[in-house]
């Protein structure tokens, strides 16, 4: 498999991240120091405590994605590992996060690492159990599940649009998106989501029976790959 990845993206993001949350805790010490010692200053210490808690999510955001190993784009190199030279792996590198190239189709690939069950039932995701830890984390360690399908038409609608712009005398393949849950211990529950549901485990499982079912072929794969630069 053909894995491109914007290195210099993913060390720059890490260090954003680690300033980030340093900066935090230093200005939540400072709005607690502000509580206890200048009570009178109530609008300045919850002034501090506000930013100090928006930049730590936003740390937050950046250490799980880029500081910390393995990282989402790790995870899914793991989870394809074997595949052949027919299938290009593009991480950070294209308008959509990571993309799957190759004979299964066009693939937005949208890693999550909840714990626990994740059900999509009423046009809406949702997510349950995992314990009073993961609760905890969710809060005030990781990020929540959000909104997949939002993320998902996101990705998907740039990816198209890039393609596009790039190939625009040409028929395109479907850009297509799955979502990836990369917690060992994650039960899904899914199958009328609107955009397929995997474990990390089962991606390449999935991706095989694509390709066998429906290839692309191997000059659409090549024509995509040489609009992103390969």
Do not use: C
Not at 6 to 29: C, D, H, P, Q, Y
Not at 63 to 82: F, H, M, V
Not at 160 to 179: N, S, T, Y
């Amino acid at each position: 498999m053909n894995i491109i990845r914007n290195e210099k993206s993913i060390k720059r993001n890490a260090m954003i991240g680690k300033i980030t949350s340093i900066v935090s805790l230093a200005i939540l010490a400072a709005g607690m120091y502000i509580t206890f010692r200048m009570p009178e200053e109530v609008s300045l210490s919850l002034s501090a405590l506000l930013i100090g808690f928006v930049l730590s999510q936003m740390g937050i955001y950046y250490t799980n994605r880029w500081g910390r190993s393995p990282r989402p784009d790790e995870q899914i190199d793991a989870a394809l590992k074997g595949f052949s030279k027919q299938n290009y792996l593009y991480h950070y590198t294209t308008p959509a996060s990571h993309v799957l190239v190759g004979p299964s189709g066009i693939w937005v690939l949208l890693p999550k690492h909840q714990k626990g069950t994740i059900a999509y039932r009423k046009n809406r995701w949702k997510k349950s159990g995992g314990g009073a830890l993961a609760m905890y984390l969710s809060l005030f360690a990781q990020e929540g599940l959000g909104r997949p399908d939002l993320e998902i038409a996101s990705e998907v609608d740039a990816l198209q649009r890039a393609l596009r712009k790039q190939l625009p005398d040409q028929e395109l393949p479907p850009v297509q998106a799955v979502l990836v849950f990369t917690h060992p211990d994650v039960d899904i529950q899914a199958d009328d989501a609107p955009s397929p549901a995997v474990s990390a485990k089962k991606l390449k499982e999935f991706m095989r029976k694509l390709a066998k079912d429906k290839p692309l072929s191997t000059s659409d794969i090549e024509m995509v790959v040489g609009a992103f630069g390969e």
